[in-house]
Nanobody, 126 residues
Framework: QVRLVEFGGGSLQAGGSLRLSCAAS????????MGWFRQVPGKEREGVAS???????TYADSVEGRFTISRDNAKNTLDLEMNSLKPEDTAVYYC????????????????????WGQGTQVTVSS
């Protein structure tokens, strides 16, 4: 059973930095995408950053240059380093995983994700 657990959320002031981590377990796959999404109550979920199945990264325009996504394939972990945080970054952040069969491709933020973590709250005050 696939399980995703996020760590590292919290509250901080604008301009600060925070690192989120996601531990994935319960799967073996020859290919997969992983990504970070966020959601504010009353708004649609927004893609933040992702790896596609070729290890290429994609970032939302709103976080480009401030956030960095990284992963350790051996440990099945996914991190999101967030710098220069703004109040508009306040949201619940979710880790997501999409598994694909051998030689198939998943595109990351532009595609679908079948597995989600429980989310971790990030609150940035002005």
């Amino acid at each position: 059973q696939v399980r995703l657990v996020e760590f590292g959320g919290g509250s901080l002031q604008a301009g600060g930095s925070l690192r989120l981590s996601c531990a994935a377990s319960g799967f073996t796959a020859s290919g997969y995408c992983m990504g970070w999404f966020r959601q504010v109550p009353g708004k649609e979920r927004e893609g933040v950053a992702s790896f596609d199945s070729l290890d290429r990264t994609t970032y939302a325009d709103s976080v480009e240059g401030r956030f960095t996504i990284s992963r350790d394939n051996a440990k099945n972990t996914l991190d999101l380093e967030m710098n220069s945080l703004k109040p508009e970054d306040t949201a619940v952040y979710y880790c997501a995983l999409e598994l694909v069969p051998h030689a198939k491709y998943c595109s990351g933020l532009g595609g679908t994700f079948g597995h989600w973590g429980q989310g971790t709250q990030v609150t940035v005050s002005s």
